[in-house]
């Protein structure tokens, strides 16, 4: 009896670890093993979310440094004097002064009422104060007078040509021309620079409105006063002269 | 009889044994295939935990290496920030002159158009055009067949498109029998 009782506890012995086993660990892997591969899913989901991130950062750092490099900053001086912030009078009339001489025409008195230049916050706020209209008075022949439209809308600062008012005299090939245009400015909004945030991307029509702004004909304000010879004449001009030579 | 007997004990020894030694075997294959069963849970139980922990370590490795790609595009984007602010100001620009630039020429595209549709050898008096196409000419001496020339070029452009509306305005005789007539009309862009 007692051999088959102990004989019977063998088996039970023996099988307890195995038992132990094959109803444990499937409660451990529950327990323990299934958040695990839960969390793992999860930070798979984040890596993912991450990643984009990171590549969206690393092309706009690219993209930068690129731009740093293609001078990003000589581009932007140049869309500045075509399409200023203010109202650039004086630049206005430097590049008129030297449409004048370019354009072998007779420019009469024309018609500028420049108003409000500047304010205290920097901001213009009305569509008016962004635009600077005037009048040119013109007297030169009819294929001069396109080519100075053409030179004109190609000329910094922007302007456009809103009306003609044109008079043929007969007999006579030179035409009395009344032009209205307007200058424009573009104030720029001051936005506050966040990292994450994407840049902005040229269209391709953007692209070609840039190009077009970077071909624009600029006359410097030193340009127009080194040529003109306005005034008497230097009288120490010939003795200054070697002096500087040397 | 006795040796009946015997053989009849035999046989009973011999049925009594036969289940026992058939229970022993059944206990021994079933421990066996439990301990195969534990054997399998377990290892793959350690499998798959050696498993996910590398999976899950090879995980915040790369957690940690997109953390400093971050920090480094972060930090050369910092470095970069007066190019950031040139480069949103351009495209500020940019779009803000948009519509200006893409109306530009649209004059002098005008003063072609408005060429072609005037008889040949006609001079005007006056002509005055505006960004929209409203066109006013005065032509101040053309003979009744310019006239039909200048109705006919009219009318071909309206049904061409290029003219929304055409209108001729007062018409008077000139002393030297031609006559002077204002036309205003609407060019599309």
């Known amino acids: 009896m007692s051999i088959k009782i102990s004989s019977d506890f063998k088996k039970i012995y023996q099988m307890l670890l195995p038992l132990l086993i094959i109803i444990l660990i499937p409660v451990l892997a529950i327990k323990f093993l299934l958040p695990k591969v839960s969390q793992i899913f999860q930070h798979q989901r984040q890596l993912k979310i991450d990643e984009t991130e990171v590549i969206k950062l690393e092309t706009k750092a690219d993209f930068l440094e690129k731009q740093k490099e293609n001078n990003v900053k000589a581009d932007f001086e140049k869309v500045l004097i075509v399409l200023p912030n203010e109202k650039d009078v004086a630049g206005l009339l430097i590049a008129l002064e030297n449409l004048r001489k370019t354009a072998a025409m007779k420019i009469g008195n024309f018609g500028l009422r420049p108003g409000l230049v500047a304010t205290d916050s ?87 409105s840039l190009d077009k702004v970077l071909s624009f004909q600029v006359f410097s304000y030193q340009s127009s006063l080194l040529e003109d010879k306005i005034g008497k004449e230097n009288p120490f001009q010939p003795l200054v002269t070697p002096l500087l030579q040397e | 009889m006795e040796k009946k007997i015997n053989s009849k004990n035999f046989l009973s020894k011999s049925i009594n044994l036969l289940p026992e030694e058939k229970e022993v075997e059944f206990w021994q294959k079933l421990i066996k295939v439990l301990k195969r069963i534990a054997f399998f849970i377990f290892f793959a139980f350690l499998l798959a ?4 922990f590398s999976y899950s370590w090879r995980l915040s490795s790369y957690d940690t290496s997109l953390e400093k790609r971050v920090a480094q595009a972060k930090m050369k984007i910092n470095s970069l920030r007066e190019e950031e602010e040139t480069y949103r100001a351009l495209v500020q620009k940019i779009r803000a002159a948009g519509e200006i630039l893409n109306s530009q020429g649209t004059i002098i ?73 204002d036309v205003d009309f609407q060019l599309k862009r």
């Open chain 2, 109 to 181: 595209q005008f003063l072609i158009e408005v060429d072609s549709l005037m008889p040949s050898g006609v001079l005007p008096l006056s002509l005055e055009i505006d960004q929209t196409g409203q066109i006013r000419v005065t032509l101040p001496s053309l003979s009744l067949e310019q006239i039909e020339t200048l109705n006919q070029n009219l009318k071909k452009g309206i049904s061409e498109g290029k003219i929304a509306k055409a209108k001729i305005g007062g018409i008077s005789k000139t002393e030297e029998g031609q006559y002077k007539i």
């Open chain 2, 49 to 52: 935990t050696l498993l996910i």
């Open chain 1, 122 to 208: 920097g901001e213009l706020k009305s569509q008016t104060e962004e635009e600077l209209q005037f009048s040119l008075p013109i007297t030169s022949s009819y294929q001069n007078l396109v080519q100075f439209l053409e030179t004109i809308e190609k000329t910094a600062p922007l302007t456009s040509v809103e009306r003609i008012g044109i008079d043929f005299q007969a007999g006579k090939e030179e035409v009395k021309a009344n032009l209205f245009l307007k200058t424009h400015y573009f104030p720029l909004n001051q936005e506050p620079l966040i990292i994450e945030n994407p840049l902005p991307e040229f269209s391709p029509e953007e692209k070609e």
